[in-house]
C-alpha cells in the first residue's frame, strides 16, 4: 500500500519515528499532483519548491534532534482564496489572476508553525459562489469518483485531491456548505467549526458573517487535529473568539472508538428527510441514525420550521455581503485593470469594463442581487424578512438543543451529479444548499462524515452541534465514522507504490 493512502496522524507517526522523511513524503505527494492534476484538474498552483524547502527543514531539525511539532512534515494545499505571502492566489476568478499574495493568511501562519510543506492552492468557483466548481473562470475540477461527475462546491479542488489521495488533507471554507457537501459528494471529511473558532484574516471574504475557514480530510480524526492546529484567537480578526478550541482529537477517540453514546440525545430533523432527499441518501442516513442508536444515544425527532425558509433568507444575506465584499474588486484596489476600447476613459467606464470582462456570471449575479436586496426602498423587504429568518433559524436551534445535544442531517440532498447537468438551473444548483446553511446563518458548528453508499457514490451525514461544542461534533461523526461501510470513503482509484 503507498503511504499516500495513510492518514495525517499515520503519517506524522511515521515521520516521529523515522521511517520516512518528510522530503521523501512531500516528493511522492507532488509527483502524484503532478500526474493527476491534468485529469482532475484540483490545483491551480503546485508549489514543488516552497513545499520541498519545509520538508528539507523539517527533516533537518528532525535529525538534529530538535523539538518538532506533532504533525510537522505531513504536506496540506490551501483553497486558492486563502493568501500565502508570495504565491498567487487567484480564488478562481479571472479578476485575480497573475495575482501574487503580499501577507500570510493567520491560517497559513498557523499552517508555518505546525511545519507543514503546502504544496499548492486548490480549485474553487469564482470567489466560492457555487455548489460544483464549475464556476471556477480555470475549469472544472473532475471527482475522482467518476470522469463525469462534478466532486461539488465551491471547495471541489479541496475534496478532490484528498479523495484522490494528492494530498492527506487541505483546508476550504464554508459560506454555506462549501466545505461539508463537497465532502459529501466525494466522500471525504469536512468541518465548518463554530464561527471565530479560525482566524479570517488573509481569507478573501465572501459573505463575512457566514465564512468560515475549516479542515478538508479523509478521517474525522485528522480533520480534528487539523481544526486545532488552525484555531487560534487572533486580535486582527474582530470577530475572532477568545479561546482556540481544545479536546477535539481527544473527542474522537483516536482510533479506538468503542465508546458507547448512551445519555446522548441526537435529533434528526423533521424538516431535512423525506422530501427533496434522494431515496438512496435517505437510506444511508437512516441507517446512520441506526448505528447511533445501537451504540445507545436517544434518537429524538425535532421540528426546526424555520429551516424551510433558511436557504431563501442564506441567498438574500449572502448576495448582500457579497456585492459589499466584491466592491474592491475594481481595477484600482483589486484586480485587473480593463480600459474600455471605446467612448471615454473616465474611472467610472473603466470599472464597468473591468468588472464586465473580469467576473463571471454567477458572481455578477450575486453582485446585482445583493445590490438590489440592500437598496433602501426594498431594503426592509428583501434583506430585513431575511435577518428576521436568521434569527428565527438561531432560536429554535437554540430550542432545539435545549432537548438534544447534536442534531444529524443528510450533509447533501443527493450524490454527486454530472458535470453540467445543474449549471443552466440554478434553482436545483441553489437546492444542494438546503441541508447547510442554517449552520452557518446561526454559527454553529456543522461537519460532513462519509456514511456509506449510493448507486455506488458516497453519501455523507452532518452532524450539527451547538456553538463551541466542536468537540461534541466531532465525538458523534466518530462514532458514525466507525459504523460506516467504509467504501464510502475510499475512492477507487489507482495509487501507484511510489514512496
Ligand atoms: N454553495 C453555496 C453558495 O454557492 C455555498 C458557497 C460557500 O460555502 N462558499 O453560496
Redesign the pocket.
Known sequence: MSILTLSAIELAKKLREGEITSEALTKATLDRIHAENERLNAFLFIDDDGALDVARAVDADRAAGKELPPFAGVPIALKDNICERGTPVTCGSKMLEGWIAPYDATVVKNIMAARLPIVGHTNMDEF????STENSAFGPTVNPWGENLAPG??GGGSAAAVAAYLVPWALG??????IR?PGALTGTVGAKPTYGNISRYGVVA?ASSLDQVGPVARTVADAAALQEILSSHDPLDSTSLPEPATGLLDATGEGSQTEDLSGLRIGVVKELSGEGIEPGVEAVFEQAVESLKERGAQIVEVSLPSFEMAIAAYYLI?PAEVSSNMARFDGVRYGNRVEPTEGPVTAETMMRETRGKMLGAEVKRRIILGTYALDAGRYDEFYGSALKVRTLVQRELADAFAQVDALVTPTAPGVAFELGAKSEDLMAMYM??MTTTPANLAGVPAMSVPAGLADGLPVGVQVVAPAHEDARMYKVAAMIEASADPSARTCPIDVREDA
Open positions: 466560492a459562489m457555487g455548489s462546491g465551491s471554507s464554508d459560506t454555506g456548505g462549501s457537501q465572501m449572502m444542494n444548499d
